[in-house]
T-cell receptor, first 119, second 109 residues
Framework: GAVVSQHPSRVICKSGTSVKIECRSL??????MFWYRQFPKQSLMLMAT?????????EQGVEKDKFLINHASLTLSTLTVTSAHPEDSSFYIC???????????????FGPGTRLTVL | GQNIDQPTEMTATEGAIVQINCTYQ??????LFWYQQHAGEAPTFLSY??LDGLEEKGRFSSFLSRSKGYSYLLLKELQMKDSASYLC??????????WGAGTKLIIKP
């Protein structure tokens, strides 16, 4: 199947530091990756859509200077939370889209998520 | 605007049947997904409907009516491990997933 990994799975950092989260498609090439965040007891909120080799498209209300996204290759996208603060503590999930799945371009395959805690 | 509605929480008994409803209003429609999400984990795929009707897969079935903007997920022979949140997501005209807030299903013995 189409497998997506995320690293790290859990990170605790001090306020003011930057944290980088990697999202990799392990057995397929993903032209499009998505970054979500999820607060407790809430649904997924799309932060940005990342296309390989181009700038990410951010959703309204998401600070592009704070959440830096790089999609340098067809198998890797990174999200860097710059100058993290406690309110950035959340569950960050990436997904990748590939036409390889049974539902074509409609389907997204999810990484296992990264739990970020900012002290 | 785009909107997806699901009940916030439902409770059911082990061995019973439960139906989780989802209504949607989106800009375009390219299919509807149901995902299961356990606490602290990423969503996992359950079903996909793009045409009207019922799709059955083991203990889980999903129904779609595009004219009514309505879907449901039916879970039979409930097991304790089915306790999770169930997310309804619609693929809009831009091929983006529009997410419902999720339904927390609590299974009691």
């Amino acid at each position: 199947g189409a497998v997506v990994s995320q690293h790290p799975s859990r990170v605790i950092c001090k306020s003011g530091t930057s944290v980088k989260i990697e999202c990799r498609s392990l057995d397929f090439q993903a032209t499009t990756m998505f970054w979500y965040r999820q607060f407790p007891k809430q649904s997924l909120m799309l932060m940005a859509t990342s296309n390989e080799g181009s700038k990410a498209t951010y959703e309204q209300g998401v600070e592009k200077d704070k959440f830096l996204i790089n999609h340098a290759s067809l198998t890797l996208s990174t999200l860097t939370v710059t100058s993290a603060h406690p309110e950035d503590s959340s569950f960050y999930i990436c997904s990748a889209r590939t036409s390889r799945g049974p539902f074509g371009d409609n389907e997204q395959f999810f990484g296992p998520g990264t739990r970020l805690t900012v002290l | 605007g785009q909107n997806i509605d699901q009940p916030t929480e439902m409770t059911a008994t082990e061995g019973a049947i439960v139906q989780i409803n989802c209504t949607y209003q989106t800009s375009g429609f390219n299919g509807l997904f149901w995902y299961q999400q356990h606490a602290g984990e990423a969503p996992t795929f359950l079903s996909y409907n793009v045409l009207d009707g019922l799709e059955e897969k083991g203990r889980f079935s999903s129904f779609l009516s595009r004219s009514k903007g309505y879907s449901y997920l039916l879970l039979k022979e409930l097991q304790m491990k089915d306790s999770a949140s169930y997310l309804c997501a619609v693929v809009d005209s831009n091929y983006q997933l529009i997410w419902g807030a999720g339904t927390k299903l609590i299974i009691k013995p």
